[in-house]
């Protein structure tokens, strides 16, 4: 079976460009999670869908990020404008059911550098 | 919030030699999980243990929740156990589901 599916899986790009990454989670999974890795900060979750709907979404920086997940088979991280300071891995990851009993499984990760 | 901490920062093997990573946990947990990040930046699930013990091949961990850590023993090291180890987890509390990882080990097993 395939894994949780992101691309690109690196973006360079300008500071003030709009960036998208996209995730395909694990078919059957219904939790999808969006997290972030940086030297200073390690791994830090960003937002938390389930069945679609995001339900936890405080640890989205600021108003530059957002994401959404339209169907149970694709979310897309968005950030607009972008900054030098937003430069890292971003890792799309999965699981089955709600909360916090099951299984995370990680995505390649999006390595990305704002310039 | 729950916090997750690992020991020892850093580590260095010679091949064939045996460790034991640590994690420590400052609240009660229904999910524990340990990764390795590959040199390619890959996470890799190694195991999904809220408590007992599991093993697959020369890797096994034991989780003690009640004690509130968990260690993972790498046997027999080879060069490719090289990278960071991660252990994650969220608080009994969270119904987000939301990993709090610790800072990581960082193994480099030379040949």
């Known amino acids: 079976d395939a894994g949780v599916i992101q691309s690109p899986r690196h973006e360079v790009t300008e500071m003030g460009q709009e960036v998208t990454l996209r995730c395909k989670p694990i078919?059957?999974?219904?939790?999808l999670f969006w997290y972030r890795q940086t030297m200073m900060r390690g791994l830090e979750l960003l937002i938390y869908?389930?069945?679609?709907?995001?339900?936890?979404d405080s640890g989205m920086p600021e108003d530059r990020f957002s994401a959404k997940m339209p169907n149970a088979s694709f979310s897309t991280l968005k950030i607009q404008p972008s900054e030098p300071r937003d430069s890292a891995v971003y890792f799309c990851?999965?699981?089955f059911g709600q909360g916090t009993y099951n299984e995370q499984f990680f995505g390649p990760g999006t390595r990305l550098t704002v310039l | 919030g729950i916090q997750v901490e690992q020991s020892p920062p850093d580590l260095i093997l010679q091949e064939g030699a045996n460790s034991t990573l640590r994690c420590n946990f400052s609240?009660?947990?229904?999910?524990l999980q340990w990764f390795h990040q590959n040199p390619w930046g890959q996470l890799i699930n190694l195991f999904y243990i809220p408590s007992g013990t599991k093993q697959n091949g020369r890797l096994s961990a034991t989780t003690v929740a009640t004690e509130r850590y968990s260690l993972l023993y790498i046997s027999s090291s080879q060069t490719t156990d090289s990278g960071v180890y991660f252990c994650a987890a969220p608080s009994r509390s969270s119904n987000t589901g939301k990993l709090i990882f610790g800072q990581g080990t960082t193994l480099q097993v030379k040949p």
């Open positions: 609240d009660s947990v229904n999910n």
């Open positions: 869908f389930n069945n679609n709907v995001p339900i936890d």
């Open positions: 990851a999965s699981s």
């Open positions: 078919s059957g999974h219904n939790s």
